[in-house]
């Protein structure tokens, strides 16, 4: 666990930076092909997803600094860092929506097609993301837990801090308890493993061939469904509305992500069911 891959004299790789990289090349190589098939202009699409990575990587930033302002207030400097880790999903889905919409409509592309397109990039990048989380130590921490898949952080590993029981935060500075390595839950692993299923999913969701826009709306109810009940109790995140918090097993409901996953799984579903309507009727 040491976030920084390569170092050659000035020269620093770092593996979130690297691991979202390739996910975006090969989510692209994989968006181009599968455009291609549905008869539309790669070319054309290249474009549109250029900008689409743009917007949604400021996005997913921008949301996740929002949501844990108090991690950059005393040096806001740091929201810049984006290497080192910290982008919100949801984020990233609504700034890539913007040019994706655009340029589909500017091109007169189906937007649907554009958005299925992008699942198995998307999916790559919540591997790649929460395994470049795991490297760094410090981003997606798991709450301490008594359950014997806790996983204690050697104290080699670089970046984790440890955890302080009285504010059961991460322990940057002053803590006013028991400062503790774990056991914790690995949340980048719960993570990773989200996005491995998601993977698989996307192509089996391709090979449908259903009425464009039925792969998008299944991965975001299955992404809201699978994060808010397998990845988010177990990180320590605040519990925006703080229904039930259990310290010794480490889990906790309801976090952000949880509540905005609420309204996006409704969406999905009404989209499905509008979607599943136009197939009948075809």
């Known amino acids: 666990m040491n976030p920084i891959m390569i170092h050659i004299g000035p020269l620093t790789v770092r593996w979130y930076g690297f691991l979202i990289t390739l996910a975006i090349f090969i989510g692209y190589f994989l968006a181009r092909r599968y455009v291609e098939r549905k008869g539309y202009d790669p070319d054309k ?33 740091r929201a810049l860092y984006i290497w080192q880790g910290g982008l919100a999903f949801h984020g990233a889905i609504l700034g890539g929506l913007i040019p994706l919409v655009y340029f589909a409509r500017k091109q007169k592309v189906p937007v649907n097609v554009y958005l299925d397109a992008t699942l198995p990039g998307i999916a790559l990048g919540v591997i ?105 109790p177990f990180r320590l995140n605040p519990l925006w509305w703080p229904v039930y918090l259990n310290h010794k097993l480490g889990i906790g409901f309801f976090t952000a992500t949880q509540l905005v996953s609420i309204p996006l799984v409704a969406l999905a579903l009404y989209m499905l069911w509008r979607l599943g309507r136009e197939d009948s009727a075809a």
């Open 45 to 77: 699409f290249e474009e549109a997803i250029f900008w689409a990575v743009i917007a949604g990587v400021i996005g997913a930033r921008l949301v996740y600094v929002l949501t844990s302002w108090g991690d950059f207030a005393g040096q806001p400097l």
């Open 128 to 232: 790649g993301g929460r395994l470049g989380n795991l490297m760094n130590g410090s981003d997606t921490v798991g709450r301490l837990t008594t359950l014997p898949i806790g996983y204690t952080w050697p104290a080699w590993a670089r970046g984790f801090p440890g955890i302080c029981t009285s504010s059961d935060k991460l322990a940057w500075g002053i803590c006013s308890g028991q400062v503790v390595r774990g056991p914790v839950h690995l949340t980048q692993i719960y993570g990773a493993l989200i996005g491995l299923v998601l993977l698989v999913l996307s192509f089996y969701w391709w090979r449908k061939n259903r009425t464009p826009g039925w792969a998008f709306w299944n991965f975001v109810l299955w992404y809201s469904v699978l994060r808010s009940l397998l990845e988010e």
